[in-house]
């Protein structure tokens, strides 16, 4: 009662008001009161209440009974008229929209609050009754059973989706219709047409028919074949209302059942066939119940004696040492078991065999199939396999040269000690990485880091082809050298499949043969070296000897035969030339012994800590008079805070050939600067000239011995061809480089660098 929202629906104010004070006390909650059909619709609609009092006589264009029927068709609400007339016209009228009770005004108390429960209760149990029933209706619609039902004459009143759909019918065909028009049935084993088994439980009562198989002809002449079930549909206790009738399609099982027996035949002619023994035993006694014909050849029993015989009878110990307790863990588990036993002959030999044992269900029970193989030969093969297998490991761990296998995928799976010995690591380090990890970065001969797609075995498993004979340098970190390899590989494949499934990387030390081949060539190149300074130093002999001594001897035959007839200006003329030939002849001299001496490691190097600043300025006025006697300008670009460590008379000997090569080519009126800038470890010296420059091609001959050369100077000086090379001896022994760079017509820049103290 309590909470119940009620609408009140009176055109008259008192008796609304008095009504809705009554249901108040009641325990009723009034949520609105209307005196006109259209607002009662109105409020019905906006107030959703649990029950509406509606008076049948209201003002307006809508009396209660209109009013009622247009809430009653659009919403279920229980409506209670109440009304003062009782006449026969009205209430047939009020009928019409099925109220739930009429109060008759006036009306006590008691029953209005008697009206009003009784209408909420029977509008409860209509909402429960639409429930099941749209329950009962989805379920009959969406179960694949059929399902058809009879009155008590046999005529069908209902029939689901699932009924029409095997009978291949309508349900407007069927409704109203004999059962028997529909249903027309056969026996599944003779075939004969049998009574429909609706009319036989109409009339025989005590009979129930349940999981009867039959074959149902359809009224379009197609056949099934259906299991049915038919009961009684009682109306209380006695009285008959009509039968209940349920069939199911199992024509697929059916089907499956004769394929079923079909399949047993053939599978006893495949057992019977078949190479494995198969033997069967009981569960609980463990006797053979069958076994087929290539156990009996195995075994030599026949069929009849096995039968005669158990489990442990056939077979040595099997599997378990504790065989009652492996095979009630078997039985128990239900596990499908692989192992290994000797089978039993009948002569008493045995016979090495791999079985099987499971559970199966034979003739409607659980029994033991043992599969039986003979693995005489096998175990012959796998022995002969172990061996080769020894003497193939054996091999592999004795071989000098490194062997690796990699997966598809790159990653190292095996190796050799070899392969351990030469790249320096362990096993952890090696399985499972590439051949590419940066842990054993390799570098190609010309020392170049190899790219990973380039490595040897990367490139195998890539193309699939063949990679052999590939150089490399790897670093071998237990001993923290590096070592040189050859290495090949080897892509395999599986059959049938193009892409390799793993890599066989072989790769020799070579070492010691590459130590020997580089020291054989550089000997070769010290020799070739060698013989360039001897053929360099014959030809300076040769030639540059040669020609100073031709102009004294020149100038002395000249001075000695006409000295009489020579002016005093010639006698001078001729005195120059002779010191001026005298001088080169000696200049020539002294860079040959200092070149010697430099070859042979006869020049001593004295490192110490020098002022560069005050090295440059002690060749600078030494060789100002020469730039003077050109016009040419001589600078220096040095802060007092630079250090060298040298050796003092070679550093100041490369610069004073430096700056006279550059007075050398520099035109009158030129310039020359010397330049120094250091950073952390070295200090690089510069020295450069406005002079005539040098052609690109002889900037790279400018340091060799076997390709100097000696030009003269702007006025005709001339030089001895090897004031470059013994700047680049003893820069080179100082510990620098030396180079020049050049353009024809603006002059060159020599640079050397020394290291900073």
């Known amino acids: 009662m309590a909470g119940r929202k009620i609408l009140v629906v009176e055109d008259e104010m008192i008796i609304s008001m008095e009504l809705s004070h009554r249901l108040s006390r009641s325990g009723y909650e009034v949520v609105g009161t209307a005196a006109s059909g259209e607002d009662a619709i109105k409020k019905a609609f906006d107030l959703s209440p649990d029950l509406i009092l509606m008076d049948i006589h209201i003002k307006g264009e809508l009396d209660g009974i209109q009013t009622a029927e247009i809430i009653h068709s659009n919403m279920e609400v229980p409506i209670v008229y109440l009304t003062a007339f009782s006449d026969e016209k009205t209430l047939e009228r009020a009928k019409l929209t099925e109220p739930y009770g009429f109060l008759l005004k006036p009306f006590e108390q008691r029953e209005l609050e008697t009206t009003i429960e009784v209408a909420l209760y029977k509008k409860s149990i209509e909402i429960k009754q639409k429930e099941n029933e749209y329950w009962l209706d989805a379920t009959l619609k969406n179960i694949n059973d059929g399902i058809i039902t009879t009155d008590g004459s046999g005529k069908i009143n209902y029939v689901n989706v699932a009924a029409l759909s095997i009978l291949k019918s309508k349900k407007d065909v069927i409704i109203g219709t004999p059962i028997s028009e529909h249903i027309i049935l056969y026996d599944y084993q003779t075939n004969l047409e049998i009574e429909n088994p609706v009319f036989a439980i109409l009339t025989d009562h005590t009979r129930a028919i349940r999981n ?114 492996f095979l009630n863990n078997f039985i128990k588990n239900k596990n499908i078991v692989r192992g290994q036993r000797k089978e039993k002959r009948k002569d008493g030999t045995y016979v090495d065999s791999e079985v099987t044992l499971s559970l199966i269900n034979y003739l409607h029970k659980d029994v033991i199939c043992v599969i039986v193989r003979d693995i005489t030969e096998l175990k012959k093969s796998e022995a002969f396999i172990k061996e080769s297998e020894l003497r193939y490991r054996n091999l592999f761990e004795s071989m000098v040269q490194g062997v690796v296998f990699q997966d598809a995928e790159g990653k190292i799976i095996s190796a050799n000690p070899a392969a351990y010995r030469i790249l320096g690591l362990s096993n952890d380090e090696m ?76 790769f020799t030390d070579i070492t010691e043969q590459k130590v020997i081949l580089d020291e054989l060539k550089k000997s070769q190149e010290d020799l070739k070296e060698l013989n360039a300074t001897k053929d360099k130093f014959f030809s300076i002999v040769a030639h540059d000897l040669k020609s100073p001594f031709q102009g004294l001897l020149g100038f002395s035959n000249l001075l000695a035969e006409n000295y009489d007839d020579l002016l005093d200006d ?29 070859q042979t490691n006869r020049m ?143 002059g060159s820049s020599f640079y050397f660098t020394l290291p900073k103290a």
């Not at 002779?578 to 010697?596: G, P």
């Open 212 to 325: 009867h198989e039959m074959i149902l002809e359809r009224t379009d002449g197609s056949s099934t074949v259906i299991e049915t079930t038919t009961s009684l549909i009682k109306f209380g206790k006695e009285k008959i209302s009509g039968v209940v009738f349920v069939f199911r399609e199992i024509n697929e099982r059916k089907t499956a059942e004769d394929a079923l027996k079909k399949s047993e035949e053939r599978y006893r002619a495949v057992v019977e066939q078949i190479k494995d023994g198969i033997v069967l035993h009981d569960i609980e006694t463990l006797r053979i119940i069958s076994a087929n014909i290539a156990y009996q050849k195995m075994t030599g029993y026949s069929e009849e004696e096995l039968k005669n015989l158990s489990l442990y009878d056939i077979t040595s110990p099997i599997l378990n040492n504790n065989d009652n307790d």
């Open 431 to 506: 399985i499972g990485r590439m051949s590419i990890d940066p842990k054993w970065r390799s570098l190609h001969k010309r020392d170049d880091n190899y790219e990973g797609t380039e490595h040897p075995s990367i490139t195998a498993l890539r193309t699939g082809q063949r990679v052999s004979d590939v150089t490399l340098r790897v670093f071998n970190p237990k001993e923290k050298t590096h070592r040189w390899i050859t290495i090949e590989a080897i892509p395999e494949f599986k059959e049938n499949e193009a892409k390799p499934f793993r890599i066989f990387t072989t």
């Open 570 to 598: 010639e006698v001078r003329k001729i005195s120059i030339n002779i010191y001026k030939a005298t001088k080169n002849l000696y200049t020539l001299i002294e860079h040959l012994l200092s070149w010697s001496r430099l």
């Open 604 to 746: 001593e190097c004295n490192f110490e800590t020098l002022d560069a600043r005050s090295i440059v300025m002690y060749v600078i006025n030494l060789i100002t008079p020469n730039a003077m006697n050109k016009s040419i300008s001589l600078e220096e670009f040095i802060t007092e805070d630079i250090s060298v460590i040298a050796d003092e008379r070679m550093f100041s000997s490369v610069l004073e050939n430096l700056v006279s090569n550059a007075i050398k080519f520099t035109p009158r009126g030129g310039s020359i600067s010397i330049t120094a800038a250091a950073d952390d470890e070295i200090v690089e010296f510069c020295v450069k000239d406005s002079g005539v420059g040098i052609e690109q091609e002889n900037l790279e001959k400018l340091f060799k011995i076997d390709y100097s050369h000696s030009n003269k100077g702007t006025e005709g000086e001339v030089g001895t061809g090897l004031g470059l090379i013994l700047c680049h001896e003893m820069i080179s022994k100082l510990g620098g480089k030396i180079w020049a760079s050049s353009e024809e017509g603006k």
